[in-house]
């Protein structure tokens, strides 16, 4: 298999399994208990929160361990409402973030609070001054992602987290696909989660960075768990997993990204030079990882599903509701047609991907195209 679904999840890498597997078999004991079982699994969870707080660049105080990045941007949305409901019920959010918030969001407005959502541009970013228009006295809380996931284009997160600061409003950052990738907008935002599945660690566990003093409440009731804030027995192999996961992440950062960029542009080019009427959907600074590319004349979806015939995985931004595809928000939201936004397939490279397989797959890809056109293999 080809594997070019990595902005997706990514493999659990051996040495972060290795990292886990003491946590799995003999260190066993629940981290909350009193004995010399529990406190061992403890030392484990502790270790892995003062690394990760120390690669996020905050106290170890900070961090807060969840199910992953689904579950920061829940808690974050709806605990930053639920300790404010005095300044307001307005939320404002891009209109390019992950299902998440934009669901969480419309949670909340069967609690009678309105949701502004602000569109990119057609690059695919998020203008700071349109999220300083949206703000309100009665906003409460803000998202706008680091990175977005469909096209990779990064968001101007320091002059948005700076005018949320201004007008004291909770900014939350997702930083789930930029996490190993960028540096954590730590300065800029109240909060922001990160999801260790997206670094080659653990799939279901992330953690949620909340700053020291941040008006949120507590997501899930139970024990004492999280210094209270988040019931349930702390998945401690997990939590390992997650700080090797992104300490490898963070180390290689600057190699992985030049090797990345450099096949990821390859690939671009040649697509674009082998294949008429392709498309690379978004622009200025996008991650090194990811292309979003649409094809004239094509689905999407057939487009994948050719390819994964192939032994090739991609995907595409729309999501299957009720038996239904229904067309990306993110390309929809920047004002692409119809016809491009049904015709876009995601790429995204990781670290185990070649240059053989670039040529592979654009090969495959052009057969692909071709056959849907009807223009021949
Ligand atoms: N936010 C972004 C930007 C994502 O890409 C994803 C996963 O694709 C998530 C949140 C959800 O993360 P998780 O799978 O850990 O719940």
């Not at 600061?165 to 909060?191: I, M, N, W």
């Not at 032994?311 to 595809?325: N, P, Q």
């Not at 047609?337 to 052009?366: C, D, I, M, Q």
């Amino acid at each position: 298999m080809i594997y070019l679904d990595n902005a997706s999840t990514t493999p659990l890498d051996s040495e972060v399994l290795n990292a886990m597997t003491p946590y799995l078999t003999e260190l066993y004991g629940n981290p909350s208990s009193q004995h010399a079982a529990g406190r061992a699994a403890a030392l484990g969870v502790l270790d892995a929160r003062d690394k990760i707080a120390k690669l996020v660049g905050c106290a170890s105080d900070e961090i807060f361990f969840v199910s992953g990045g689904t579950e920061a941007g829940n808690w974050a949305l709806k605990g930053a409402c639920a300790a404010d409901t005095a300044r307001g019920r307005h939320i404002v959010l891009s209109a390019i973030e992950h299902p998440a918030l934009i669901e969480s969001a419309r949670d909340m407005q069967r609690y009678g609070y309105e949701v502004t959502f602000v569109n990119p541009d057609e690059s695919g970013a998020v203008k700071p001054d349109d999220i300083a228009r949206a703000l309100r006295a009665d906003t409460v809380f803000c998202a706008v992602m680091a990175a977005n996931n469909e096209t990779g284009v990064i968001q101007p997160v320091e002059e948005i987290g700076k005018i949320c600061k201004e007008r004291g409003v909770f900014y939350y950052c997702d930083c789930v696909q930029t996490a190993g990738v960028l540096p954590f907008p730590v300065r800029h935002c109240d909060a922001l989660g990160i999801s260790s599945h997206k670094f080659y660690g653990p799939k279901g566990f992330g953690a949620l960075y909340i700053k020291n003093g941040a008006a949120i409440s507590r997501f899930i009731s139970g024990g004492n768990q999280e210094r209270g804030l988040r019931g349930g027995t702390t998945n401690a192999a997990a939590a390992v997993g997650c700080a090797v996961a992104l300490e490898n992440a963070v180390r290689g950062k600057e190699e992985h990204n030049k090797r990345i960029s450099a096949l990821k542009d390859k690939f671009v080019a040649e697509v674009l030079s082998e294949i008429d009427g392709a498309h690379v959907n978004g622009g200025g600074e996008i991650l090194p990882a990811t292309a979003n590319i649409s094809f004239d004349g094509c689905d999407g979806e057939n487009v994948l599903f050719l390819l994964d015939m192939n032994g090739i995985a991609v995907s595409t931004g729309s999501a299957c509701s009720a038996g239904a595809v229904k067309a990306s928000h993110v390309l929809t939201a920047m004002g692409l047609p119809e016809s491009r936004v049904k015709s876009a397939v995601r790429f995204s490279f990781g670290k185990y991907n070649t240059v053989e397989e670039v040529a592979e797959v654009v090969a495959a890809l052009k057969r692909a195209v071709n056959g849907i056109r009807g223009t021949g293999c």
